[in-house]
């Protein structure tokens, strides 16, 4: 049973470039959501994609978009990107049971260097 | 804005001891996740305990929640050297798991 996965791994890029990140969620899960964590700092959310719409969403500029796929996996789009965008990007999975999501499980995630 | 806070920040003990760490937390919540994460590596889910729940154990992991405080505690015994990473605790905010992490507690582990 394959657990969460990402890709790439690592990615470079320079300011004003666009990157997309890319995830693929447990098996039977059917919720992605992704965090951004800056060095020595805890996660923090993103957004959450369920049933192929955002239906959370942090506190982050329009610059960072997402989509869900049919089959729940899911992309993170960040436009013009700034140095500030440098970070470890987390895509955690989870299962909606009664309204509420339980465990989330994260992948690996993709280092992104802003040059 | 980040929700929970671990205490202390940093930990350095020798293997075979016990590691207690601490979490705060500001709103209501359903549930309450701990997380390992080694050097900058994705986050290891360790437990989740909801909020109609006091204790819970796995393995050598001893969590407690008391949501009159708005607090938790994680307790690892007898500690090994592979113990030694970054821990987190996460609260979903009473929300659809939205989870909102503290700065973690560093814990180093010394053969």
């Known amino acids: 049973d394959a657990g969460v996965t990402q890709s790439p791994t690592h990615l470079i890029k320079t300011r004003g470039q666009q990157v997309t990140l890319r995830c693929s969620p447990k098996s039977g899960h059917d919720t992605v959501s992704w965090y951004q964590q800056a060095l020595g700092q805890g996660p923090q959310f993103i957004f959450q994609?369920?049933?192929?719409?955002?239906?959370q969403r942090g506190n982050f500029p329009d610059r960072f978009s997402g989509h869900q796929f049919p089959n729940y996996s899911s992309e993170l789009n960040v436009n013009a990107l700034l140095l500030g965008d440098s970070a470890l990007y987390l895509c955690a999975s989870s299962l909606v049971d009664r309204g509420l999501t339980d465990t989330q499980y994260f992948g690996p995630g993709t280092r992104l260097t802003v040059l | 804005s980040q929700q929970g806070e671990e205490d202390p920040q940093a930990l350095s003990i020798q293997e075979g001891e016990n590691a207690t760490m601490n979490c705060s937390y500001k709103t209501s919540i359903n549930n309450l996740q701990w997380y390992r994460q080694n050097s900058g590596r994705g986050l290891v889910h360790l437990i989740l305990i909801r909020s109609n729940e006091r204790e819970k154990h796995s393995g050598r992991l001893r969590v407690t929640l008391d949501t009159s405080k708005k607090s938790s505690s994680l307790l690892i015994t007898a500690s090994r050297a592979a113990d030694t990473a970054s821990y987190f605790c996460?609260?979903?905010?009473?929300?659809?798991?939205?989870?909102?992490f503290g700065a973690g507690t560093r814990l180093a582990v010394h053969p």
């Open positions: 994609y369920y049933e192929e719409e955002e239906r």
């Open positions: 996460a609260t979903d905010g009473g929300g659809y798991n939205k989870l909102i």
